[in-house]
């Protein structure tokens, strides 16, 4: 992981998602500097989970205009969701719970390998053992997140974990590779109040170190930026399965239905 890397800047004007089920959200403007750590706040049902997957590429934006990391949306979808990555989204990026920590961290370390040379590719390799080591370390740091405080160290399974733990876990994988962008969702869910400022304080951190950070949840920090998702007071009143982004089938239902690059 690279940590000095340069975060993307992120604009967007009036963009929204429409699919099958009707508007997931619309009409939201962004404009924020590498580095910056971005607070999508909204009451249930207002497509903050959406606005994730759209932002890092993930989803098909159908009104306004968004350039992220430089390359504009929808166009170049794929160029932005391999600048950007997510964690922590029910539906699309789940930890397994019966996966253990170490299982996770090597898994995800594995899927970033680039080495050129028939030796340093093998799996077996000294280069890639140490490369794979080094990821995993270095994302570890990136997240504070300390083996030795596990139950079970690298071998603690994931449903051991506390929330607090998860949550970094999640990031950690997320960063692993070194995205311009991150979007965690659900960053305070079933926090207690220690934690989520725990919780917001590593995002922010992980913004100061480069990357820009695009997060959902309450309590942000006062110097984050806040973009706010809302509802029109038609779809308030009658809200749709596309608008409800509290439940993982229905965020992947969403992510599916409106197109992937």
């Known amino acids: ?32 500097e590498p580095g910056t750590l971005i607070a999508v706040q909204g ?24 350039e992220v990391a430089g390359f504009p949306l929808p166009k170049r979808m794929g160029s932005v969701r391999a600048r950007t990555a997510i964690a922590h989204v029910p ?41 794979t080591r080094a990821r ?22 994931v449903r051991d974990l506390e929330r607090i733990e998860a949550l970094r876990l999640s990031v950690a994988l997320g960063v692993m590779h070194g995205p311009q962008l991150l979007a965690v969702d659900d960053v305070d869910l079933k926090l207690t109040e220690a934690e989520r400022t725990e919780a917001w304080q590593l995002l922010r951190d992980l913004a100061q170190e480069g990357t820009t950070v695009v997060a959902a949840g309450s309590d942000a920090p006062a110097d984050a930026l806040t973009v706010r998702t809302r509802q029109t007071d038609t779809e308030a009143a ?15 239902h969403a992510f599916a239905e409106t197109g992937r690059a």
């Open 91 to 131: 539906g699309v990026a789940d930890l397994e719970p019966a996966l253990t920590v170490g299982e996770h961290l090597k898994e995800q370390a594995l899927l970033g390998h680039r080495f050129q040379g028939l030796g340093a590719s093998l799996p077996w390799s000294k280069r890639h053992k140490e490369a």
């Open 43 to 66: 009451p249930s049902g207002s497509g903050r989970t959406c606005l994730l997957l759209a932002l890092t590429g993930r989803m098909r934006i159908t009104e306004g205009e968004a």
């Open 136 to 157: 995993i370390d270095a994302a570890l740091a990136a997240v504070r997140l300390d083996p030795a405080t596990l139950a079970k160290g690298l071998r603690t399974a």
């Open 1 to 32: 992981m690279n940590t000095t890397r340069q975060g993307a800047a992120v604009n967007a004007r009036g963009i929204g998602v429409e699919g099958p089920r009707g508007w997931a959200f619309r009409g939201v403007d962004i404009a924020a």
């Open 238 to 252: 009658a809200p749709t399965p596309l608008q409800d982004d509290t439940t993982e089938e229905e965020a992947a």
